[in-house]
């Protein structure tokens, strides 16, 4: 959901940094064969992914909630020479197409793809990161918040999309309606967190931006 009108919205993305051509194609492919193409970060939220990924120049990034790779291969453009990406998701039918899109970019060799349930998953691995960009199952927030903040180096950025839930965190939550109510919760514990600096945009569908201190 976009949350100004569309016209403006053109207005904004023809003034901001030029779509790479791979995720032009990779957003055609997404349209043409996976569902639920909505779920891609889009060219404005994209550009602002690799601008701050650029601006810090992270050595590790982990990301919860692959999709088709949009925003992997975003972010993956500010990674530090050596740095590398874990990229987690459950749905195996989309590995192949994700790294197709991955190899044929410059950071193949730097993004991991790790397939499986990502509360399993987190922690496993050895590393700690840099920016960390959640983008998975909304109902399942409030359970990755204490997994990853351990996982997220002092002066990191914990990214958290789809915050604002197409508006729906204004609504009264229905009684069946976890997401929103997650989310909601989610959001309370973001702004009231002693180990976190927040501010919660209203880019695309909600994106906060969190700093470890």
Not at 53 to 74: D, M, N, Q
Request: with cysteine.
């Amino acid at each position: 959901m976009e949350f100004i009108a569309a016209s403006l919205f053109d207005y904004v993305v023809q003034h901001s940094q030029e779509e790479p051509l791979l995720l032009q194609e990779l957003t055609r492919a997404t349209h043409l064969k996976v569902l639920q193409p909505r779920m891609l970060s889009g060219p404005l939220q994209g550009r602002f992914l690799s601008l701050l990924s650029k601006l810090i120049a992270p050595k590790r990034i982990l990301e919860v909630g692959t999709f088709t790779g949009y925003a992997t291969l975003c972010l993956a453009e500010g990674l530090a020479k050596e740095g590398h990406i874990d990229t987690l998701d459950k749905n195996e039918e989309l590995v192949d197409f994700q790294r197709q899109f991955f190899d044929r970019s410059p950071w193949g060799s730097q993004i991991n793809q790790h397939l499986g349930n990502a509360l399993d998953i987190i922690p496993e691995l050895n590393s700690t990161y840099d920016l960390i960009f959640l983008d998975a199952d909304k109902k399942n927030y409030l359970n990755y918040l204490p997994l990853l903040l351990p996982k997220l180096n002092a002066g990191g950025l914990l990214l958290s999309d789809n915050v604002l839930w197409s508006g729906k965190v204004l609504e009264a939550t229905q009684k069946n309606d976890e997401d929103t109510k997650v989310l909601k919760a989610f959001n309370e514990r973001l702004a009231k967190h002693p180990e976190l600096e927040t501010v919660l945009l209203p880019l695309r569908d909600g994106l906060t931006l969190s700093r470890k201190i």
